[in-house]
């Protein structure tokens, strides 16, 4: 079976430009989780779903970040403005939930902001 | 709400020495724990959990921890240390009655001296 797959694997852009980073989860899992990597703040929670509804955003860090699930196996997450403070590596990833809570990674999609 | 503590950002032994990576969770309801290993340009990777079966899991690799409710700790070990095991680990706790929301902390690399 395919993984969680993300996209693009890496993008660079310009202070300002909006960014979109796709994540398509495991088949069947119900519950999708965008994680934002850096090394000074170590792997954040910025959002979850449960079955395509947003669960918990209080992780989002401001109002230019936003994230959607239109159908069960997609999943978006929009900077717009970027800054360069937004570079990191953005994680997606699922779980079913009849499962035990084991988180399925995606690769990542690193972005740099400059 | 949920939080980890990983004592020790950095952890240095020599090969065929015992690895020991700390964890301390603070949980309001009974946890699910985790490791996950991370190599570099990769997602996370499971090692083991718990999920209040037995205290001591084994995961893959030769890795242990042992759940101990009364100290809040999920300490991981592993007998004897290979040059592969170099990598950045994480522990994790879920609170699964609310939905598998899974808190990380902020990590231990691991390094392996020849």
């Known amino acids: 079976d395919a993984g969680v797959i993300q996209s693009p694997r890496h993008e660079v852009t310009e202070m300002g430009q909006e960014v979109t980073l796709r994540c398509k989860p495991i088949s069947g899992h119900d519950y999708l989780f965008w994680y934002r990597q850096t090394m000074m703040r170590g792997l954040e929670l910025l959002i979850y779903?449960?079955?395509?509804?947003?669960?918990?955003d209080s992780g989002m860090p401001e109002d230019r970040f936003s994230a959607k699930m239109p159908n069960a196996s997609f999943s978006t997450l929009k900077i717009q403005p970027s800054e360069p403070r937004d570079s990191a590596v953005y994680f997606c990833?699922?779980?079913?939930?009849?499962?035990?809570?084991?988180?399925?990674f995606g690769e990542g999609s690193r972005l740099t902001v400059l | 709400a949920q939080s980890v503590t990983q004592l020790g950002s950095h952890v240095s032994v020599s090969e065929g020495a015992l690895v020991l990576l700390r964890c301390n969770y603070s949980s309001s309801v009974p946890p699910y724990l985790f490791w996950y290993v991370q190599y570099p340009n990769q997602g996370l990777q499971l090692l083991l959990k718990?999920?209040?079966?037995?205290?001591l899991v084994k995961g893959i690799n030769g890795f242990e921890a042992e759940f101990k409710k009364s100290e809040t700790s999920f300490h991981l070990t592993k007998p004897s240390a290979h040059m592969s095991d170099a990598a950045e680990y994480f522990c994790?706790?879920?609170?699964?009655?609310?939905?598998?929301?899974?808190?990380f902390g902020a990590g231990t690399r691991l390094f392996v001296k020849a």
């Open positions: 994790a706790v879920s609170e699964h009655t609310g939905g598998f929301k899974t808190i």
């Open positions: 990833a699922s779980i079913s939930g009849g499962g035990t809570g084991e988180l399925f």
């Open positions: 718990y999920t209040s079966a037995a205290t």
């Open positions: 779903f449960n079955n395509n509804v947003p669960i918990d």
